[in-house]
């Protein structure tokens, strides 16, 4: 069983920086890809980022491409998301996810566990 742990949220100005960690324990955490989706109120969870075991593939919605960035540490069992240029529009609840699969993956139900998320508000 995964456990993961995210942090990092907070309130920022729009075009401001913030950088998210989701620390995970109890599994094979270095075999699964790991994404970050997000869910505003009212609307339902989306895809954010994705990077493969070995960190060395990542994919992003079109949304946040070129603003965020998505990285791993496996020796500290750790996944970042570095979001730069933040938009009122970013403004959700980040959850990171642990895949089943070792390769990158887009889709909710191609994820076994979840974190509770962290709150991002962006002003304006």
């Known amino acids: 069983q995964v456990q993961l742990v995210e942090s990092g949220g907070g309130l920022v100005q729009a075009g401001g920086s913030l950088e998210l960690s989701c620390a995970a324990s109890?599994?094979?955490?270095?075999?699964?890809?790991m994404g970050w989706f997000r869910q505003a109120p009212g609307k339902e969870r989306e895809f954010v980022a994705t990077?493969?075991?070995?960190?060395?593939?990542?994919y992003y919605a079109l949304s946040v491409k070129g603003r965020f960035t998505i990285s791993r540490d496996n020796a500290k069992n750790t996944v970042y998301l570095q979001m730069n240029g933040l938009k009122v529009e970013d403004t959700a609840n980040y959850h990171c996810?642990?895949?089943?699969?070792?390769?990158?993956?887009?889709?909710?139900?191609?994820?076994?566990?979840w974190g509770q998320g962290t709150q991002v508000t962006v002003s304006s």
């Open positions: 990077i493969n075991w070995s960190g060395s593939s990542t």
């Open positions: 996810a642990a895949a089943r699969y070792s390769g990158i993956r887009s889709r909710e139900h191609e994820y076994d566990y």
């Open positions: 109890g599994g094979t955490f270095r075999s699964n890809a």
